[in-house]
T-cell receptor
Framework: DSGVTQTPKHLITATGQRVTLRCSPRSGDLSVYWYQQSLDQGLQFLIQYYNGEERAKGNILERFSAQQFPDLHSELNLSSLELGDSALYFC??????????FGPGTRLTVL | DAKTTQPNSMESNEEEPVHLPCNHSTISGTDYIHWYRQLPSQGPEYVIHGLTSNVNNRMASLAIAEDRKSSTLILHRATLRDAAVYYCILSRMDSNYQLIWGAGTKLIIKP
C-alpha cells in the first residue's frame, strides 16, 4: 500500500460526458502528479501540482483539467469524453522529485 | 526529451540474479536515471534512482556506466513476485524532473 488513494476504482460513462477523478496523496506529500496509461502502453505524464499550484504540464488535452485543493487532495476533470479517453488514470505523490508513490489507479471506460 | 531503450522482454529463472539493461545515449549531465516497476493490475512502484554512482537499496542495485550512456538494474535473487514491467526513465532538471516513460521491459520469472 503506497498510501495514495484514488476514487473511484472503476468508472463507466458515455461519450460526451464529464467525469471527475479524485486523488488523496500520502500524508505530508506536497506534489501530486497525474498520468494516463492506455491499454498495454507506458504512462503519459499529464500534469503536476505542488502545494496547490500547477508546477509542470505534459501531454494534457484541453478537455482535461486538474486542481489541487488546500488539503492537498487533487481532482482530474475529463470532459467531452471520447472513446480514446478510455484508460487507466494514475495519481502519484512525492516529497522529492526522485521517488513518486503511485495510487492504484482509476479505470475509465468510455462507451 | 532524452529517450531510453530497453528490451521488450526478458526471462529469468527464480532465485537467480537478473540484469535488466537500459541504453540512454542522449543523456545529459544533470539527468537522473530512475527505475520503476509495474506489477500486473497495479500502479507503478519506485525501485531505485541514481545520477553518476552505482546505487544499492533493499530492492535492487543500479549500475551506471562510466560514460552514463547505459545502466543496468540488478535484482540479486529474483522471485516470482518480481515478475513485472520494468521502466528505465530519465528525468531532466529543465523539465521539472518529469518522468518520461517508455515501453519498459516485461520480466518473466520461470519457477
Amino acid at each position: 500500500d503506497s498510501g495514495v488513494t484514488q476514487t473511484p476504482k472503476h468508472l463507466i460513462t458515455a461519450t460526451g460526458q464529464r467525469v471527475t477523478l479524485r486523488c488523496s496523496p500520502r500524508s505530508g506529500d506536497l506534489s501530486v502528479y497525474w498520468y494516463q496509461q492506455s491499454l498495454d502502453q507506458g504512462l503519459q505524464f499529464l500534469i503536476q501540482y505542488y502545494n496547490g499550484e500547477e508546477r509542470a504540464k505534459g501531454n494534457i488535452l484541453e478537455r482535461f483539467s486538474a486542481q489541487q485543493f488546500p488539503d492537498l487532495h487533487s481532482e482530474l476533470n475529463l470532459s467531452s469524453l471520447e472513446l480514446g479517453d478510455s484508460a487507466l488514470y494514475f495519481c502519484a505523490s512525492s516529497v522529492t522529485y526522485n521517488e513518486q508513490f503511485f495510487g492504484p489507479g482509476t479505470r475509465l471506460t468510455v462507451l | 526529451d532524452a529517450k531510453t531503450t530497453q528490451p521488450n522482454s526478458m526471462e529469468s529463472n527464480e532465485e537467480e540474479p537478473v540484469h535488466l539493461p537500459c541504453n540512454h545515449s542522449t543523456i545529459s549531465g544533470t539527468d537522473y536515471i530512475h527505475w520503476y516497476r509495474q506489477l500486473p493490475s497495479q500502479g507503478p512502484e519506485y525501485v531505485i534512482h541514481g545520477l553518476t554512482s552505482n546505487v544499492n537499496n533493499r530492492m535492487a542495485s543500479l549500475a551506471i556506466a562510466e560514460d552514463r550512456k547505459s545502466s543496468t538494474l540488478i535484482l540479486h535473487r529474483a522471485t516470482l513476485r518480481d515478475a513485472a514491467v520494468y521502466y528505465c526513465i530519465l528525468s531532466r532538471m529543465d523539465s521539472n524532473y518529469q518522468l518520461i516513460w517508455g515501453a519498459g521491459t516485461k520480466l518473466i520469472i520461470k519457477p
